[in-house]
C-alpha cells in the first residue's frame, strides 16, 4: 500500500478560475477527511466522508468548495472562482476507525497558490 | 476561539535529554487528544493519542499525561533523538468523532 496519495503536488491558479484536487485514500479505509492548513497554523478540518456519504462540512467550507467521493473511493475537492486567501495547504487524511479518536494516515498535500 | 492551544512555538533541547511539549484545550467536552509530527513537505503523521478516561499512556520513547481538570496534556519524549526534529501538533476530538481540531504546532530542534 502506498499510503495517502495527493494531486497535484503543487498548484499555481489565476484569482478567480477553478481548482481540483484528487485524493487517493488507503483502499482499506472507509473514511476520507479533507483539512486545510496555512502557515503557522494546524490544520483546519473541512469535510468528512464515510464510505459516499458527506457527514460532516465546515461553516468555514465557502460555497465554493465543493467535495465529493463518488464510490467511497478517491474524492476530489473543488474550489470555484479562487481568491487569494484560498492559497494554502490541503490536506486529505483516510481512517479505518474514527479518525478523530483514532488518528488518521495522512497525505503530503496539494499546496495551492492563488496569484 | 481557539480551542486547542500550544502555547510554545519552539523547542530546543540536547540529545538524549528529555522533550517535553505542552498543550492547553478549553473545551471540557473533548473526550480524545491525539499528538502528530511533521516533516517538512510531508503531511503530519500520528504518533500517540489518550482518551479522557485515562491519565497516561505510553508508546516507546512516547508518553503522553493528561490532566483533566487543568484541560493540559503534554508529551514526553525520552530520550530525545535529532531524527525527533519536526513540528509536533496537539489535536483534540469528541468521542465517535471524525474531526479533530488542532493547535498551531510546536517546533522542536534535537540537537547532536
Known amino acids: 500500500d502506498t499510503g495517502v496519495s495527493q494531486d497535484p503536488r503543487h498548484k499555481i491558479t489565476k484569482r478567480g478560475q477553478n481548482v481540483t484536487f484528487r485524493c487517493d485514500p488507503i483502499?482499506?479505509?472507509?473514511?476520507l477527511y479533507w483539512y486545510r492548513q496555512t502557515l503557522g497554523q494546524g490544520p483546519e478540518f473541512l469535510t468528512y466522508?464515510?464510505?459516499?456519504?458527506?457527514?460532516?462540512k465546515s461553516r468555514l467550507l465557502s460555497d465554493r468548495f465543493s467535495a465529493e467521493r463518488p464510490k467511497g473511493s478517491f474524492s476530489t475537492l473543488e474550489i470555484q472562482r479562487t481568491e487569494q486567501g484560498d492559497s494554502a495547504m490541503y490536506l486529505c487524511a483516510s481512517s479505518s476507525g474514527q479518525g478523530g479518536n483514532d488518528g488518521y494516515t495522512f497525505g503530503s498535500g496539494t499546496r495551492l497558490t492563488v496569484v | 476561539d481557539q480551542q486547542v492551544k500550544q502555547n510554545s512555538p519552539s523547542l530546543s533541547v540536547q540529545e538524549g535529554r528529555i522533550s517535553i511539549l505542552n498543550c492547553d484545550y478549553t473545551?471540557?467536552?473533548?473526550?480524545?487528544f491525539l499528538w502528530y509530527k511533521k516533516y517538512p513537505a510531508e503531511g503530519p503523521t500520528f504518533l500517540i493519542s489518550i482518551s479522557s478516561i485515562k491519565d497516561k499512556n505510553e508508546d516507546g520513547r512516547f508518553t503522553v499525561f493528561l490532566n483533566k481538570s487543568a484541560k493540559h496534556l503534554s508529551l514526553h519524549i525520552v530520550p530525545s533523538q535529532p531524527g525527533d526534529s519536526a513540528v509536533y501538533f496537539c489535536?483534540?476530538?469528541?468521542?465517535?468523532?471524525?474531526?479533530?481540531?488542532f493547535g498551531d504546532g510546536t517546533t522542536l530542534t534535537v540537537k547532536p
Open positions: 489535536a483534540a476530538s469528541y468521542t465517535n468523532a471524525g474531526k479533530s481540531t
Open positions: 483502499s482499506e479505509h472507509n473514511r
Open positions: 473545551n471540557s467536552m473533548f473526550d480524545y
Open positions: 466522508f464515510q464510505n459516499e456519504a458527506q457527514l460532516e
